[in-house]
């Protein structure tokens, strides 16, 4: 127990003295444990506003596209509603596709004819204005959105005039621009039918059955909203009527799940997102600590020696060490966790599209679990190899507080002979301590992958931004751009932090060396060159690793993400 | 003194260090007068803490006087700005210290090219002349030695090939002799004598009375001040050793 404490009160004497060390240790391992408590807070958040409009809305359990009308359409809306399970429905509603021209914007959209009375399933809820009336339109949010449209607002569908009622949210479909990624069975032409290639960027608008209709430049097709007695069976009944479909003709079922599954799509990509930035700062952090606890225990060699030498055993002085940084880490994994669960609201925005405001992240307690011991991970990996260093190291020479024997590279020390005297200096700095320069490539690696990947990203984004209709700003492009610009941030920060680490060490290292070269005759712009050039050198061949490294990390987040 | 020397390489005037205000004011170095002639080699002695090391690092250019004037070959380097400093202990000046202050990745001759390095000179003639001032110091066989596989004396044999690297006005030593036993202290001693008789100017700093018996003038001082200075006849150019009492 006495030794406990006294490793306990050593560690925190020595966290005291250096505060800014402190400090700088907790925010490297805080901003890496912020990023992946953001990542693990968003795996669980994409259901909840789904849950919320579906609860608002009384969202159908099944939702049948039919493309068929007449005696045809009664016959399998008869069959639909005669299936055992099914309990009520909505519909079916006539829908027809119009091209939406608002001001100078111009979009692809389904318009859905509904009664001006509420539906007993799937009812839009209303964020804005009123219900559809004659002439009057409500515009699903994330379209109207896009659209830059709100409640009063004049649209023209197909050339008429119309004006917009209202905006709401349905659970009925995916928000715009993912309108067909639980399935479509629309096309962006008049004529309905089977689509085998949904169209991206389609918009829904409600409006009377009569104005559907008048739209129309050909055959309709309809939508039957379902409820079942049993809604988690919804995916079953879905599969068994899409597996005995013998032709095209026969309607298109999509289950709840699947418009969940659909909606959740949104939030995946911001995870997928965060889960490779915060191992991308994970690495980056372990790189820094390692550099930032080993520049530390440079500063403490004459501690160690005096604890020797009143008879602290070698185990101690790992202890004291290893205790020191533990308790960084646990300090900095608690304010992580804090800091990305108040974060995660800010961007687990359920989308324009759903109902509600953000809630709790369903931050669980595995994932802080996941949380802590990463951070302890991190400042174990980091200390270990000081600490058993600074155990190791002779009593005689830590009193001395001889600095560490540099390694000698011959060839790097003649090669340099005939290099100017800033490269000359800078070179045999770099090469004296080899793992610091490794650690220095590393970290400069994992940035530029980290900054390649953003740029890989953002180009094939803006590809992607004219792929929806008309050219509306995509909602998810948005979103996205927004997680990455957080993690961009903390990676610039914490590239920041690790340059300004990995100088302090490599100055504090060369304290000798430098002063003799002063003594020898060098200017101090060339010994500041010098250890200038200690640093860029190790992040040369860092940078140029990071640009295939980028590339690839964001092939595989892309492939992930299917 | 050697007859031939007589023009004046290093010169102070009023020369002071201060470290503290007020109470706590420490006077380092006091108004010291000095004159050092070319060729010549002076010893200044005293205690611990008396500002031997002080002055010499102000006479070196390594710290800046609170006041007074320093002179160097004619130039003032009080007032030279820290490029013209480093600039000067490349070319004129020569520094010895008692650590030896070797870089210890480095080998024995690539420790005592880096000065001519630092000037810009070709690598190849730098090796050149490291290789000539190591076998000038007897350790033409331990040119590829690191620092570690070498004795004290040897160390600092090689601190002095060196501080020659760059055939410097003066060479300072601060306390040379301070780490060696009495055999590594012979031969350190003989390579100044060596030095002495080369006409080189040597400004030696030491606390042992027998070192500096070896000098063409012997400066005692205490509190930062010269108290004292004796002109020795001889200097070094006769039995050095057995002069400093130290042959065996």
């Given at each position: 127990m006495g030794k406990v404490l006294l490793i306990c009160r050593l560690a925190a004497r020595d966290l005291r003295r250096r505060p800014a060390q402190a400090c700088l240790l907790l925010l490297v391992i805080m901003a890496a444990t912020a990023t992946l408590t953001l990542g693990l807070a968003l795996r669980g958040v994409a259901s909840q506003p789904y849950e919320r409009t579906r609860a608002a809305t009384n969202g159908p359990d099944v939702v049948a596209t039919i493309g068929t009308s007449g005696q045809q359409l009664s016959a399998q809306v008869r069959a639909l509603l005669g299936t055992p399970g099914v309990t009520g429905h909505g519909g079916p509603y006539p829908v027809a596709s119009a091209v939406v021209r608002a001001g100078s914007r111009t979009a692809?959209?389904?318009?859905?004819?509904?009664?001006?009375?509420?539906?007993?399933?799937?009812?839009?809820?209303?964020?804005?204005?009123?219900?559809?009336?004659?002439?009057?339109?409500?515009?699903?949010?994330?379209?109207?959105?896009?659209?830059?449209?709100?409640?009063?607002?004049?649209?023209?569908?197909?050339?008429?005039?119309?004006?917009?009622?209202?905006?709401?949210?349905?659970?009925?479909?995916?928000?715009?621009?993912?309108?067909?990624?639980?399935?479509?069975?629309?096309?962006?032409?008049?004529?309905?039918?089977?689509?085998?290639?949904?169209?991206?960027?389609?918009?829904?608008?409600?409006?009377?059955?009569?104005?559907?209709?008048?739209?129309?430049?050909?055959?309709?097709?309809?939508?039957?909203?379902?409820?079942?007695?049993?809604?988690?069976?919804?995916?079953?009944?879905?599969t068994r009527y899409d597996n005995a479909r013998a032709h095209t003709d026969k309607p298109v079922l999509t289950s709840w799940q699947d418009l969940r599954a659909a909606d959740a799509f949104m939030a995946q990509d911001a995870q997928r997102i965060l889960m490779a930035g915060s191992w991308v700062l994970g690495v980056l952090a372990v790189a820094t600590v390692a550099v930032l606890v080993a520049g530390r225990m440079a500063e403490r060699t004459r501690r160690v020696g005096l604890l020797k030498a009143v008879g602290g055993t070698p185990g101690l002085v790992a202890a004291v060490l290893l205790a020191e940084n533990l308790v960084l880490a646990l300090a900095a994994a608690g304010a992580g966790l804090g800091a990305g669960w108040l974060a995660a609201p800010l961007l687990t925005s359920p989308?324009?599209?759903?109902?509600?405001?953000?809630?709790?992240?369903?931050?669980?307690?595995?994932?802080?679990?996941?949380?802590?011991?990463?951070?302890?991970?991190?400042?174990?990996?980091?200390?270990?190899?000081?600490?058993?260093?600074?155990?190791?190291?002779?009593?005689?020479?830590?009193?001395?507080?001889?600095?560490?024997?540099?390694?000698?590279?011959?060839?790097?020390?003649?090669?340099?002979?005939?290099?100017?005297?800033?490269?000359?200096?800078?070179?045999?700095?770099?090469?004296?301590?080899?793992?610091?320069?490794?650690?220095?490539?590393?970290?400069?690696?994992?940035?530029?992958?980290?900054?390649?990947?953003?740029?890989?990203?953002?180009?094939?984004?803006?590809?992607?931004?004219?792929?929806?209709?008309?050219?509306?700003?995509?909602?998810?492009?948005?979103?996205?751009?927004?997680?990455?610009?957080?993690?961009?941030?903390?990676?610039?920060?914490?590239?920041?932090?690790?340059?300004?680490?990995?100088?302090?060490?490599?100055v504090l290292d060369a304290r000798h060396s430098s002063a003799l070269a002063r003594a020898l005759g060098a200017t101090p712009q060339q010994v500041s060159a010098g250890i200038s050039v200690a640093q860029v050198l190790p992040a040369l061949p860092g940078a140029v690793a990071g640009i295939p490294l980028g590339i690839g990390l964001f092939a595989v987040a892309s492939s992930d993400g299917g | 003194m050697s007859e031939t020397a007589d023009t004046v390489v290093l010169r102070t005037r009023e020369l002071r260090k201060t470290y503290g205000s007020q109470a706590a004011l420490v006077r380092a170095v006091d108004g010291i007068e000095l004159d050092v002639a070319s060729g010549e080699t002076v010893a200044v002695m005293g205690p611990s803490g008396c500002g031997k090391s002080t002055l010499l690092h102000l006479l070196g250019g390594l710290d800046r006087p609170t006041g007074g004037e320093i002179w160097l070959a004619g130039r003032r380097v009080d007032r030279m700005s820290e490029k013209a400093l480093a600039r000067m202990r490349r070319d004129a000046v020569g520094f010895v210290f008692q650590a030896f202050h070797l870089m210890d990745e480095l080998t024995a001759v690539e420790n005592v090219e880096l000065p001519a390095l630092l000037d810009g000179r070709p690598p190849r003639a730098a090796r050149r002349r490291a290789a000539g001032l190591l076998e000038r110091v007897g350790l033409a066989d331990r040119a590829g030695f690191l620092p570690a596989a070498l004795s004290g004396g040897q160390r600092q044999r090689v601190a002095i090939a060196r501080a020659l690297a760059n055939e410097p006005l003066v060479v300072l030593a601060d306390e040379p002799t301070g780490n060696l036993d009495s055999a590594a202290t012979v031969e350190v001693l003989r390579l100044f004598e060596d030095l002495h008789v080369a006409g080189q100017t040597l400004v030696i700093v030491t606390h042992d009375s027998r070192i500096a018996a070896t000098a063409d003038r012997m400066i005692s001082m205490r509190d930062g001040a010269f108290i004292d200075e004796t002109r020795l006849t001889g200097g070094t150019s006769g039995n050095l050793a057995g002069l400093a009492g130290l042959e065996g």
């Amino acid at each position: 127990m006495g030794k406990v404490l006294l490793i306990c009160r050593l560690a925190a004497r020595d966290l005291r003295r250096r505060p800014a060390q402190a400090c700088l240790l907790l925010l490297v391992i805080m901003a890496a444990t912020a990023t992946l408590t953001l990542g693990l807070a968003l795996r669980g958040v994409a259901s909840q506003p789904y849950e919320r409009t579906r609860a608002a809305t009384n969202g159908p359990d099944v939702v049948a596209t039919i493309g068929t009308s007449g005696q045809q359409l009664s016959a399998q809306v008869r069959a639909l509603l005669g299936t055992p399970g099914v309990t009520g429905h909505g519909g079916p509603y006539p829908v027809a596709s119009a091209v939406v021209r608002a001001g100078s914007r111009t979009a692809v959209a389904v318009a859905e004819g509904r009664d001006p009375v509420p539906a007993p399933v799937d009812q839009p809820a209303l964020t804005q204005g009123r219900w559809v009336r004659p002439g009057g339109v409500v515009i699903e949010r994330a379209f109207a959105d896009a659209l830059g449209v709100s409640a009063g607002d004049r649209i023209t569908l197909n050339g008429r005039p119309f004006s917009v009622a209202g905006i709401a949210v349905t659970a009925a479909s995916p928000p715009y621009p993912d309108f067909c990624e639980a399935g479509c069975y629309f096309s962006v032409g008049n004529a309905p039918g089977a689509v085998t290639n949904p169209p991206s960027g389609l918009g829904l608008i409600w409006l009377t059955q009569a104005d559907a209709r008048a739209l129309a430049t050909g055959p309709l097709a309809y939508v039957l909203n379902l409820t079942l007695a049993n809604p988690a069976g919804a995916q079953a009944l879905a599969t068994r009527y899409d597996n005995a479909r013998a032709h095209t003709d026969k309607p298109v079922l999509t289950s709840w799940q699947d418009l969940r599954a659909a909606d959740a799509f949104m939030a995946q990509d911001a995870q997928r997102i965060l889960m490779a930035g915060s191992w991308v700062l994970g690495v980056l952090a372990v790189a820094t600590v390692a550099v930032l606890v080993a520049g530390r225990m440079a500063e403490r060699t004459r501690r160690v020696g005096l604890l020797k030498a009143v008879g602290g055993t070698p185990g101690l002085v790992a202890a004291v060490l290893l205790a020191e940084n533990l308790v960084l880490a646990l300090a900095a994994a608690g304010a992580g966790l804090g800091a990305g669960w108040l974060a995660a609201p800010l961007l687990t925005s359920p989308g324009a599209g759903l109902a509600g405001t953000p809630g709790a992240p369903s931050l669980t307690l595995p994932d802080a679990g996941l949380v802590v011991a990463v951070a302890l991970a991190v400042a174990l990996a980091a200390t270990l190899v000081p600490a058993i260093r600074a155990a190791r190291t002779s009593t005689v020479s830590a009193l001395a507080d001889a600095a560490r024997a540099p390694r000698r590279r011959a060839w790097v020390t003649a090669a340099s002979a005939w290099l100017p005297v800033p490269l000359l200096l800078g070179t045999r700095l770099a090469a004296r301590r080899p793992r610091r320069a490794a650690l220095g490539a590393a970290s400069i690696a994992v940035t530029v992958t980290g900054i390649v990947a953003v740029l890989a990203y953002h180009a094939h984004a803006g590809q992607q931004s004219d792929a929806g209709s008309g050219g509306l700003p995509n909602p998810l492009l948005g979103h996205d751009q927004q997680i990455l610009f957080v993690v961009t941030a903390v990676l610039g920060a914490l590239a920041g932090l690790n340059a300004i680490v990995t100088a302090w060490a490599t100055v504090l290292d060369a304290r000798h060396s430098s002063a003799l070269a002063r003594a020898l005759g060098a200017t101090p712009q060339q010994v500041s060159a010098g250890i200038s050039v200690a640093q860029v050198l190790p992040a040369l061949p860092g940078a140029v690793a990071g640009i295939p490294l980028g590339i690839g990390l964001f092939a595989v987040a892309s492939s992930d993400g299917g | 003194m050697s007859e031939t020397a007589d023009t004046v390489v290093l010169r102070t005037r009023e020369l002071r260090k201060t470290y503290g205000s007020q109470a706590a004011l420490v006077r380092a170095v006091d108004g010291i007068e000095l004159d050092v002639a070319s060729g010549e080699t002076v010893a200044v002695m005293g205690p611990s803490g008396c500002g031997k090391s002080t002055l010499l690092h102000l006479l070196g250019g390594l710290d800046r006087p609170t006041g007074g004037e320093i002179w160097l070959a004619g130039r003032r380097v009080d007032r030279m700005s820290e490029k013209a400093l480093a600039r000067m202990r490349r070319d004129a000046v020569g520094f010895v210290f008692q650590a030896f202050h070797l870089m210890d990745e480095l080998t024995a001759v690539e420790n005592v090219e880096l000065p001519a390095l630092l000037d810009g000179r070709p690598p190849r003639a730098a090796r050149r002349r490291a290789a000539g001032l190591l076998e000038r110091v007897g350790l033409a066989d331990r040119a590829g030695f690191l620092p570690a596989a070498l004795s004290g004396g040897q160390r600092q044999r090689v601190a002095i090939a060196r501080a020659l690297a760059n055939e410097p006005l003066v060479v300072l030593a601060d306390e040379p002799t301070g780490n060696l036993d009495s055999a590594a202290t012979v031969e350190v001693l003989r390579l100044f004598e060596d030095l002495h008789v080369a006409g080189q100017t040597l400004v030696i700093v030491t606390h042992d009375s027998r070192i500096a018996a070896t000098a063409d003038r012997m400066i005692s001082m205490r509190d930062g001040a010269f108290i004292d200075e004796t002109r020795l006849t001889g200097g070094t150019s006769g039995n050095l050793a057995g002069l400093a009492g130290l042959e065996g």
